[in-house]
């Protein structure tokens, strides 16, 4: 069985294996920083901050069968402070025109911007390689507890949710506008930045230009990478714009990445939840059930949910399968949220 649950102490060995498939600010390959990331997520679930900026949530996707974690998720409550401000790039257009010459250019631009009320962020998405293209759709369902625990506890994350997205990157793993710009205004690699930025970004309003940054002058390379993603990240793209998610005309001002953006009411799967009571004493039809990601109450998660079939009844009530009840030793009735998958 495949779950769906908050992040515990027990799976720093799990995240830091997952860390080193891909680079992430939010979980950096580092045993000491994701273990302090676990602490703050446990206790985001339990005792929430009103500051939404201190409080991250970890979601992991279990095989109980072999007791791993094959995939995590997060939601940082609020992205963009007064102490550390979201950053972007405005992608932009300019024109020139002399009528001496009688000659005309429209110009692409970049120029840096910075929120100090930022949105809600999802990302950290990592999912084993040998997870990919499951016929449970596992990738797709760790994305989406995202949205399932949004819809069950809307109060805890602001009204705007937002993403950033991976672009391409050269064969060495570096940014082509990273090199074309980022490099030679902050003497650093790529990845350098990236580590520094985690802790503190006064770098980049110091040192980064503050005008408008002409992509005419910029190798075609770099050009070309503006607002597009990697071949990996093309599904997760396409994912979020199926729910509502669209471009803004912003990118990260380090590596060019897309930024979407969607209301958390109007994100599909929270605008079509499904409440209701789950109970054991109706019958269970499968040709009428709905395929859903189902949040439940146990004892022994903060948080725990699973990608099942559900009946909805006309009386507000749901039943599902008796064999995945007494699997999970769950206590029925009990109040639950769904959202279709």
């Known amino acids: 069985m495949y779950i769906l649950r908050s992040v515990e102490k027990k799976d720093l060995a799990d995240l830091f294996r997952l860390s080193q498939l891909q680079v992430f600010i939010n979980l950096p390959p580092d045993e000491e920083l994701i273990s302090k990331k676990i602490e703050s997520s446990i206790q985001a679930f339990h005792r929430p901050s009103q500051n939404f900026y201190e409080n991250y949530y970890i979601f992991v996707l279990e095989d109980t069968e072999r007791g791993q974690i094959l995939g995590v998720s997060m939601i940082h409550a609020q992205h963009g402070t007064e102490i550390e401000p979201h950053f972007y790039l405005t992608v932009g257009q300019e024109s020139k ?18 929120e100090f009320d930022g949105p809600t962020e999802i990302g950290g998405l990592i999912l084993d390689p040998g997870s990919r293209n499951h016929p449970e759709k596992l990738g797709k369902q760790i994305s989406f507890v995202r949205f399932l625990y949004m819809a069950n506890k809307p109060e805890r994350f602001k009204p705007m949710i937002h993403s950033e997205l ?28 990236d580590i520094l930025s985690r802790n503190n970004k006064e770098f980049i309003l110091s040192l980064f230009p503050s005008e408008n940054i002409y992509q005419t002058l910029l190798p075609m390379e770099a050009r070309e990478s503006i607002g597009k993603v990697g071949k990996e990240t093309e599904p997760v793209k396409k994912m979020l714009e199926s729910i509502g998610f669209k471009y803004t005309n912003e990118v990260d001002p380090f590596d060019g990445g897309p930024h979407y953006r969607c209301p958390l009411k109007d994100i599909k799967p929270i605008k079509n939840k499904i409440t209701g009571v789950l ?8 040709q009428a059930a709905r395929d859903v990601i189902l949040s439940l109450e146990h004892p022994n998660h903060d948080f725990l949910a699973i990608r099942t079939l559900v009946e909805v009844h006309g009386d507000g009530q749901l039943s599902m399968d008796p064999k995945i009840i007494s699997d999970l030793g769950l206590k029925l009735p009990q109040k639950v949220v769904a959202i279709p998958f």
Do not use: C
Request: cysteine-free; aromatic content about 12%; overall charge positive.
């Open 97 to 114: 025109f002399s009528q001496t010459i009688n000659t005309g250019f429209v110009h692409g631009t970049l120029k840096l911007g910075l």
């Open 166 to 193: 991976m672009p391409p990157l050269d064969k060495n793993g570096n940014s082509p506008l990273w090199e074309a710009v980022g490099r030679r205004f902050l003497n650093m690699n790529y990845h350098e930045a």
């Open 279 to 286: 109970i054991t004493n109706k019958s269970f039809n499968p």
